[in-house]
Nanobody, 118 residues
């Protein structure tokens, strides 16, 4: 079993930056891709981006160029660097782990709140 714990959320002004972390425990995330998702009030959960075990990334169009995902496999940690934050980035952000043989994410964190103010 894998436990994922996000941290780093908070209140930030528009245009500012935050870095979220997601630490995995319970087992190594060897070969797992890691995704970031978010859910804003009254909206469906949406994909933010993901990173493969080897470090390849892809992003939702709404965050491309502003957000960067990285990982430190030795620390079992994934990061989401968010720059040029906009009001519409306010949401609960979740990390998730995807085994290479799975079609759905296997493990999810509890989420961390990001609020962007004007």
């Amino acid at each position: 079993q894998v436990q994922l714990v996000e941290s780093g959320g908070g209140l930030v002004q528009a245009g500012g930056s935050l870095r979220l972390s997601c630490v995995a425990s319970g087992r190594t995330l060897s070969n797992y891709a890691m995704g970031w998702f978010r859910r804003a009030p009254g909206k469906e959960r949406e994909f933010v981006g993901r990173i493969t075990w080897g470090g390849n990334t892809d992003y939702a169009g709404s965050v491309k160029g502003r957000f960067t995902i990285s990982r430190d496999n030795a620390k079992n940690t994934v990061y989401l660097q968010m720059n040029s934050l906009k009001l519409e980035d306010s949401a609960i952000y979740y990390c998730a782990a995807l085994h290479p043989t799975s079609s759905n994410y296997n493990y999810w964190g509890q989420g961390t709140q990001v609020t962007v103010s004007s």
